[in-house]
């Protein structure tokens, strides 16, 4: 390790420290903007803030070259109850940094902006490198990355920086969360009744129970359905008219949001409403030179099954960072310091074999 990474390096250890003590629940990251715009301002790198989005150009910014977009979010979900830590107060203790939003992003984050710090003044790149450090990924809020892309050049591939244990997520599932409705015909609960909701509902969750979609992604395996919340009725002597359900459906690559609706609503015995359609599946070629650039490094690639700001890009993504997705929304949350420390590296090395 240089001793220009080595500096990046412990600069970065110290911000996620600073991140870490500044509480970023997703739309309330005031704070965790502030702590990274003073960043941009020791290293003397030009920046703008939408909102509490950070996002910074490489020095020799070329509008004829393509761009390439490192991204990852300074917002956290909230403490779990089980925290027996301080989950605002780092520390570190046999080499891991906790705290909460250590592992989700906050290695990632502070990863790929010493990356970008460390590339900033190069010239002669192939791509130009555009940062954003995104507010609202936990809550695929209205002001996170998706509302960077209306006023960004376009983009033409990127990197999201999650907790991936630096290996290649080549692929990311996308989400549809559909609200259900399953009906019957309300009565008093003393009197027969041959068309009871919540026993309707019986028949339901066994068919989503047994549902598949036949088509099987090759890095991603098959779509995931779930129901996962269920609710009716009010009083015990009251047979309700309806029981409402929430139905997880993890979309792989082989389908579009819309086409899983559209087979959901034909399919399925009860009534399905989408929340939303914009969450899709993300992917990159394993043929795309910066994922050949990953491999060259020993780097394997996979599948993630897990969510992320990739579902707001239509250009080619790949998912890599420090950390371990299973670490992610635990109790007493942390990184290794050691993961940063390859982190930055590794992404180093990586661009090194893409851009120059």
Same mark, same amino acid.
């Given at each position: ?32 903007a ?6 941009f301002?020791?290293?003397q ?12 150009f ?26 027996t830590r301080?989950p ?24 790929? #902006? ?14 130009n ?11 695929s ?9 209306? #006023?960004?050049?376009n ?8 907790p ?15 609200d ?43 779509v ?17 008219? *309806? ?7 993890r ?8 086409e ?6 034909d399919?399925a ?43 707001a ?10 950390g ?14 050691? *993961? #940063?420390? *390859? ?14």
């Amino acid at each position: 390790m240089t001793t220009e990474i080595s500096t990046l390096c412990n600069e970065a250890i110290a911000l996620l420290k600073d991140l870490i003590a500044t509480p970023s629940f997703s739309s309330e990251e005031d704070g965790t903007a502030l702590v990274l715009e003073q960043w941009f301002k020791n290293h003397q790198i030009p920046f703008k803030r939408k909102k509490n989005n950070i996002y910074a150009f490489n020095k020799h910014y070329d509008e004829n070259k393509p761009n390439l977009l490192l991204n990852s979010h300074h917002d956290t979900v909230k403490p779990n109850t089980a925290y027996t830590r301080e989950p605002f107060q780092p520390a570190i203790e046999e080499g891991k940094l906790y705290g909460l939003g250590s592992n989700d992003a906050g290695g990632a984050l502070v990863s790929l #902006i010493a990356t970008f710090t460390h590339f900033y003044e190069k010239e002669n790149l192939s791509h130009n490198l555009i940062i954003v450090a995104s507010a609202e990924e936990e809550s695929s809020g209205p002001d996170g990355l998706n509302s960077m892309l209306k #006023i960004l050049p376009n983009i033409d591939v990127a990197i999201v920086g999650e907790p991936t244990l630096m290996q290649l997520a080549i692929a990311e599932k996308g989400l549809v969360v559909f609200d259900g409705k399953v009906s019957g015909t309300p009565s008093h609960a003393a009197h027969p009744n041959a068309d009871n909701a919540i026993y309707n509902c019986i028949d339901v969750l066994s068919w989503f129970k047994d549902f598949h979609f036949p088509k099987v992604s090759e890095v991603l395996g098959a779509v995931k359905l779930t129901v996962t919340q269920i609710n009716g009725g009010s009083q015990h002597n009251v047979v309700p008219a *309806e029981v409402n359900l929430v139905v997880d459906v993890r979309v792989n690559d082989c389908y579009t949001n819309q086409e899983i609706v559209s087979i959901l609503e034909d399919q399925a015995p009860c009534k399905l409403i989408p929340r939303s359609l914009h969450l899709n599946s993300s992917s990159i070629p394993k043929e795309h030179p910066l994922v050949k650039s990953g491999l060259a490094l020993g780097r394997s690639t996979y599948g993630s099954p897990t969510l992320s700001d990739q579902a707001a890009l239509s250009c080619s993504s790949l998912k890599l960072g420090p950390g371990d997705s299973t670490r992610s929304h635990s109790a007493d949350e942390y990184i290794y310091v050691s *993961e #940063i420390e *390859e982190g930055i590296e590794l992404y180093i090395k990586l661009l090194d074999g893409f851009l120059l």
